[in-house]
C-alpha cells in the first residue's frame, strides 16, 4: 500500500496520560498536515510541514499538543496530559509542492478515546 | 480569514433524482476550492477540484465568484453515491478549510 499510513488507528487512554501519534506520508510527497476531526464536523487543521520545517503551528489546540518530523519523512503529533476533550479522530495527509494545486491525500485515521 | 459553510448536514434522496450539495465560502483572494468524500469506512478522498473543470463520476462543480459559491451536482443520484461530502477551500497559504460536510444518502 504506498497511501498515506497512520499508526495507531485507535488508542485508548487515561485522562493525564500522553499519546503520541505516528503517520507516515506518500514517500515522494514534501508536505505533510494533521487534522483534528471531531463528530459531525469537518477536518480542523492543525499544523503542516514542508520537508521537516514546520510552516504552521499556530493553529495546535494548545500547549499539549507538538507535532515533528525530524527528516522530513514519518510525522508524529505528540499530545501531553491529555484530557476528555482531546478524544476526536486526527487525521494526517501529504501532498506535494510544484504542482498548481493542493490536492492532499489522507490516511485512515486515528481514534483517540480519552477515559 | 476563510471560512465553509455547507448548510445542509443531511441529503436525502432517490435514487434517479438530481443532487446538489451546497457548499458557500468567504475568503478576499483567489480561492482554490475542492469536493473531498469519504464513502463508509473508507478515507477521506478527493472528488473534484475548481481549476481542472472535470466531471468526475458524474458530479461537476462550478465556482460562482459572484455568488461564492462552489456547489456540487449531479444529474442523476446513485446508490454508490451516498457518502460523506465536504467542501474545501485553500487559500494562498495552502491551510485548508473544510466545511463541516452533508451526509448523501440515496434510497433505492
Known amino acids: 500500500d504506498t497511501g498515506v499510513s497512520q499508526d495507531p488507528r485507535h488508542k485508548i487512554t487515561k485522562r493525564g496520560q500522553n499519546v503520541t501519534f505516528r503517520c507516515d506520508p506518500i514517500?515522494?510527497?514534501?508536505?505533510l498536515y494533521w487534522y483534528r476531526q471531531t463528530l459531525g464536523q469537518g477536518p480542523e487543521f492543525l499544523t503542516y510541514?514542508?520537508?521537516?520545517?514546520?510552516?504552521?503551528k499556530s493553529r495546535l489546540l494548545s500547549d499539549r499538543f507538538s507535532a515533528e518530523r525530524p527528516k522530513g519523512s514519518f510525522s508524529t503529533l505528540e499530545i501531553q496530559r491529555t484530557e476528555q476533550g482531546d478524544s476526536a479522530m486526527y487525521l494526517c495527509?501529504?501532498?506535494?509542492?510544484?504542482?498548481?494545486?493542493?490536492?492532499?491525500?489522507f490516511g485512515p485515521g486515528t481514534r483517540l478515546t480519552v477515559l | 480569514a476563510q471560512r465553509v459553510t455547507q448548510p445542509e448536514k443531511l441529503l436525502s434522496v432517490f435514487k434517479g433524482a438530481p443532487v446538489e450539495l451546497k457548499c458557500n465560502y468567504s475568503?478576499?483572494?483567489?480561492?482554490?476550492l475542492f469536493w473531498y468524500v469519504q464513502y463508509s469506512r473508507q478515507r477521506l478522498q478527493l472528488l473534484l477540484r475548481?481549476?481542472s473543470r472535470e466531471s468526475i463520476k458524474g458530479f461537476t462543480a462550478d465556482l460562482n465568484k459572484g455568488e461564492t459559491s462552489f456547489h456540487l451536482k449531479k444529474p442523476f443520484a446513485q446508490e454508490e453515491d451516498s457518502a460523506m461530502y465536504y467542501c474545501?477551500?485553500?487559500?494562498?497559504?495552502?491551510?485548508?478549510?473544510f466545511g463541516r460536510g452533508t451526509s448523501l444518502i440515496v434510497h433505492p
Open positions: 495527509a501529504s501532498s506535494r509542492t510544484g504542482i498548481s494545486y493542493n490536492e492532499q491525500f
Open positions: 514517500s515522494e510527497h514534501n508536505r
Open positions: 510541514f514542508q520537508n521537516e520545517a514546520q510552516l504552521e
Open positions: 475568503y478576499s483572494g483567489s480561492p482554490e
Open positions: 475548481h481549476i
Open positions: 474545501a477551500l485553500s487559500g494562498g497559504s495552502y491551510i485548508p478549510t
